[in-house]
């Protein structure tokens, strides 16, 4: 049997810190996370609000904010990614790495942090969702995660209908 796992991707106007990173990235999302629809949950890590990688359930959303991206996948793979989550919670985002990546001429990376697309492409990959054709995971931005994983998988803007925490 088959379970609905999506991947969000913010693209609504949020704060300061949301408009610098689409500008820095040009992409129009700032933010991606994994969904396990059945459960309500959203795993992932977004600084400043949950620095570390975490959990949450969310009821309700401004469907206008994300676009999604919907893999269908056995329970076993939906159990792999609760597993990378277990293994991952509670590890910190790589503001250093990701500052000094961004002003020197070398990539910098710790290899116990996070970003947040790097954190969901790792997460498929140990699922085996993504079939090994992975590139270097802590260079790619929301958008490009977006157009990688959306010629492989259905694209399904604004499809959660679920309702009490307000994520934006």
């Not at 969904?35 to 959990?55: A, F, H, M, Q, T």
């Not at 999604?68 to 790495?97: C, L, P, R, S």
Request: with cysteine; proline share 4%; net charge positive.
């Amino acid at each position: 049997m088959e379970e609905l796992v999506k991947i969000a991707f913010y693209k609504g106007p949020g704060l300061l810190r949301d408009r610098f990173i689409r500008l820095w990235t040009r992409s129009r999302y700032s933010h991606v996370e994994l969904v396990i629809d059945d459960r309500n949950w959203w795993l992932g890590i977004r600084p400043p609000e949950s620095p570390s990688v975490r959990k949450n359930i969310v009821n309700t959303y401004n469907e206008n904010h994300w676009d999604f991206i919907e893999i269908f996948a056995t329970k076993e793979q939906v159990e792999k990614i609760v597993e990378f989550y277990n293994k991952t919670n509670g590890m910190d985002y790589d503001w250093v790495g990701m500052v000094l990546s961004h002003i020197s001429p070398f990539r910098i990376k710790h290899t116990e942090k996070w970003y947040c697309s790097e954190w969901v492409i790792y997460a498929l990959e140990y699922a085996g969702l993504l079939g090994g054709e992975l590139y270097n995971k802590n260079k790619l931005p929301p958008e490009f995660v977006y157009k990688l994983l959306s010629k492989k998988f259905i694209v399904a803007n604004n499809v959660l209908n679920i309702n009490s925490y307000h994520y934006y």
